[in-house]
């Protein structure tokens, strides 16, 4: 088989029942593979790769050989493997302002939509629901925000398993966000007669939905098997002094959801269709699509389980571009590896906030000069 192949029967896998040595072999196999394609079809990639001096890829025999990037690579230089017809993706932008370019091609889309699709399958299961999203319905007029087009980009996936879709917020005459209460009565009707979904970018839910006095919570009642979904980070409710548990507790009181029903999603547009969930309290769950390293800030060692570090991601899906072994910026821990009856492993890691002081220190800070592309 092709490397194409070998993908499309890893993605035909259950995205968390996999044997564990039977998922490293596959992926490993799949990595190896991966490496030879963007060797030869990306020029910047295979000078980097000769440079360093990496093991040549028929030896990689474990995740910890795979060589990785920084993922703000992307941020700094155009890194592609394709010359067909692509789309072009923007992250959002961070402190720095300097945005990601990820080229996305037909087949990299479809390997991120099919892996995204079944992880969501799995969380909410197989049959379409109704979702209402905590934002304004795109439209190509609207550029009150510079990030708008960043947050629809990476809502737009996860609308996939929608049925249909509310958008639960409007513009005002201001051209600030505000509740659509015609909206939030749709869904109180529709929630009256079936489970639904609630989704939306985690500041927002907080913002325009739990946090909103002008909202009367008595009058919402969600089945039990409603779920809500939120993305997109914690900074800004640590601002406003709220965490994981904090926020989780006011959903069951709000909202009258149990802790089970809440996903808390992790993932980043360098690896888009890649994504981690963490249900109710428990860390974020690893999949048989992927896999996670935790390494050294100072050393770039991996570290034991427990132990802070650097966050590596693995992925399968990219094709178009170098982006399926990424070393990211954010700090994280492996909080649970354990193998079932079955040998699935179930690993999931914790992200930690940084510290303000070393909130400019990243992962590129720690790299030899040699590793730069």
């Known amino acids: 088989m092709n490397l194409n192949e070998y993908i499309d029967d890893l993605l ?34 295979k000078r980097w790769y000769d440079r360093n001096s990496f093991v040549h890829p028929d030896l990689i025999k474990d995740y910890s050989q795979i060589p990785f990037l920084p993922s703000s690579v992307f941020k700094y230089i155009n890194l592609f493997s394709i010359n067909k017809q692509v789309k072009l993706v923007k992250s959002s932008g961070t402190t720095s302002q300097i945005k990601s370019n ?7 889309s479809f390997n991120q939509r099919k892996s995204l699709a079944k992880i969501l399958s799995s969380a909410l299961g197989k049959q379409r629901k109704t979702f209402f999203v905590i934002d304004v319905k795109p439209t190509s007029s609207i550029s009150a925000e510079n990030s708008m087009s960043a947050r629809f980009a990476g809502m737009s996936g996860y609308l996939l398993a929608a049925k249909s879709v509310t ?51 008595e009058k919402i009642s969600l089945d039990k098997d409603s779920k809500i979904i939120h993305f997109g980070g914690w900074k800004k409710l640590r601002d406003e002094h709220v965490n994981k548990k904090q926020l989780i507790q ?3 009181k ?43 800030v100072n050393t770039l060692e991996i570290v034991p389980d427990g132990t802070a570090g650097f966050l590596q991601f693995i ?49 590129g800070d720690t790299l030899p000069e040699s590793y730069y592309i």
């Open 167 to 217: 958008y639960l917020l409007k513009q005002n005459d201001l051209g600030n966000l505000e509740v659509d209460f015609t909206a939030l009565a749709s869904l109180n009707e529709q929630a009256n007669r079936d489970s639904i979904i609630i989704i939306g970018y985690t500041y927002m839910l907080w913002k325009y939905l739990l946090n909103n006095s002008a909202i009367k919570f």
């Open 102 to 108: 990820i080229f996305i091609d037909r087949k990299t």
């Open 254 to 296: 709000k909202l009258n959801l149990e802790k089970d029903s809440v996903f808390d999603i992790y993932g980043f547009t360098e690896q888009l269709g890649t994504i981690y969930a963490s249900k109710g309290f428990n860390g974020c769950r690893v999949g048989s699509y992927s896999h996670v390293l935790v390494r050294d």
């Open 250 to 252: 006011i959903i069951g």
């Open 315 to 363: 992925s399968v899906l990219p094709l178009s571009y170098p982006g399926f072994c990424l070393l990211n910026d954010d700090i994280g821990y492996i909080s649970k590896r354990t193998l079932d009856k079955k040998g699935v492993e179930i690993l999931e890691f914790e992200l930690q906030p940084r510290l303000e002081e070393a909130e400019a220190r990243g992962c």
């Open 12 to 45: 035909s896998q259950d995205p968390f029942d996999i044997n564990f040595e039977l998922k490293r072999d596959k992926l490993i196999n799949i990595i190896r593979l991966q490496i030879k394609h963007h060797t030869k079809n990306c020029v910047e990639y």
